[in-house]
């Protein structure tokens, strides 16, 4: 009588498929920064409510059609960023063709794109800070003043935030002898952040600029 002896299985378990824990601490850190800017909302809201006619006149001073513009300036990063980021998931840190061949852009092009983008849209918040000081609207003239200064004022930190950031994932791409996971995470991650001020930049010219 013959004993059957069976082959050890010697095929490796799958690994689980985890998620990024870079990524997940990042989504982690947006929530609490929405968090963050639900408070903002929520502080504008209160105030409006306290003083109606003084948010009618002081509304009145702000121009839309300038905002606008610079909210388009905004929001078209979005798109050069996560064509940005659409390179970086090929590996493709730098461009293949001419300047102005853009499907031939890499990473570090879009980038560079979406920090000027980025840089434009802070300069033209500050020259609008200008002209309603001019106007009579500093952060200390009343209620309105404070709460638009703040509300826009964090958001504005935070896309001077981002801009740092996008340099220096261009400047690690640049610097980087292989472009791997690495360096495409770490832009991954930047769009994130990049798109999460975006969103929170339209609700607040919705909110501010409109709602008057």
Known sequence: MTTATHAPNTTAPHAPNRPNMVSVGTMVWLSSELMFFAA???????????????????????NVPFALVNTIILVSSSFSCQLGV???????????????????????????LTFFLGAI??????????VLVSEGVAFNSNSYA??????TGFHGIHV?????????IIGRAMLAKKFGHFEATGSIVVSYYWHFVDVVWIA?????YFLK
């Open 86 to 112: 659409f390179r970086a998931e090929e590996f493709k840190p730098r461009r293949t063709g001419g300047i102005f061949n853009f499907k031939e852009w890499g990473m570090i092009e879009w980038f560079i």
């Open 204 to 208: 607040l010219f919705a909110i501010i």
């Open 40 to 62: 903002l909302f929520a502080m504008y809201f209160s105030l409006r409510a306290a003083a109606p006619e003084l948010w009618a006149n002081e509304t009145a001073k702000l």
């Open 146 to 151: 404070s709460a638009f200064y703040i509300t």
């Open 121 to 130: 849209f802070v300069s033209v918040q500050a020259y609008e800070y200008a």
């Open 160 to 168: 001077a935030g981002g801009l740092i950031a996008f340099l220096l």
